[in-house]
């Protein structure tokens, strides 16, 4: 099992964090991004986390909790707790999360982006997205989001005058990919204001036959805006859910 050397050789590599189990999850996540514990591997117990680094049980307990919520690891009662492949870990931060029904866990998120399309709109959200400037181009990236055996569909709205990295990607590399994350790494942008609305209606037809489902299903329509502290439009998001589903969290 990997347990001697994590901590001496991950410890470097992120900045020291007053919150102790804040500094432990930083040093998780690093080691698992670098490997150290590969896709779908059994973690050291929260016990033989305390003998080989210089934490308390509670402390380690925090990390790991905040790990599971943040869809980097599994636990599995009875087995341990297991780190989720990557092409299923769709992380922080996080908009929203889906909540289990039992309200113990946040259920670990993977998506697919279908299709890329160009959209020409007269909306009041494509006038916001564009900041109301001509010639801009906005994309929508069609998503299919499973959580375990829930799924719905979401219309990510961007603008890629501004961001045309979502232009260029190849979609396979968008897979379980958090666009806000990217968003951030490229751009150096987060979203500082969020805007939503909800209702609840008929879903509509081409979001009944991308889920498989019958064409009169009901479901809750969101639609998310988000813009920076600079008031920098960045995303448009419509998201399809089905009834009857769990919760969601935000």
Not at 4 to 19: A, T
Not at 76 to 105: C, H, M, N
Request: glycine letters at 6%; proline letters at 6%.
């Amino acid at each position: 099992m990997k347990t001697d050397n994590f901590f001496g050789l991950y410890k470097s590599k992120v900045s020291d964090n007053p919150l102790k189990h804040e500094l432990l999850k930083e040093i998780l996540i690093a080691a698992i991004e670098n490997g150290h514990w590969s896709d779908g591997d059994k973690l050291p117990t929260e016990q033989e986390f305390a003998k080989i680094t210089p934490f308390s049980l509670g402390t380690i307990q925090k990390a790991i909790g905040s790990l599971t919520r943040e869809g980097y690891v599994q636990r599995k009662r009875g087995s341990g707790t297991f780190v989720i492949p990557r092409e299923k870990r769709l992380g922080e931060p996080w908009i929203y999360q889906i909540l289990a029904s039992d309200g113990s866990r946040f259920i670990p998120m993977t998506s697919e982006v279908r299709r890329r399309v160009e959209v020409e709109s007269n909306a009041s959200w494509a006038q916001w997205l564009s900041r109301g400037e001509r010639n801009q181009v906005i994309v929508r990236l069609e998503r299919i989001i499973a959580a375990e055996d829930y799924s719905f569909l979401s219309h990510y709205h961007v603008d890629i005058c501004r961001f045309p990295f979502f232009r260029d990607v190849p979609l396979e590399e968008l897979r379980s990919e958090n666009f806000v994350k990217l968003t951030q790494k490229i751009y150096k942008l987060s979203p500082s204001r969020i805007v939503r609305t909800v209702k609840t209606d008929l879903l509509p037809r081409f979001a009944t036959e991308a889920l498989t489902l019958p064409h009169k299903t009901y479901g809750t329509h969101l639609e998310i805006m988000a813009s920076s502290s600079a008031g920098i439009p960045l995303f448009f998001n419509q998201m399809y859910l089905p009834a009857s589903g769990p919760r969601i969290y935000f």
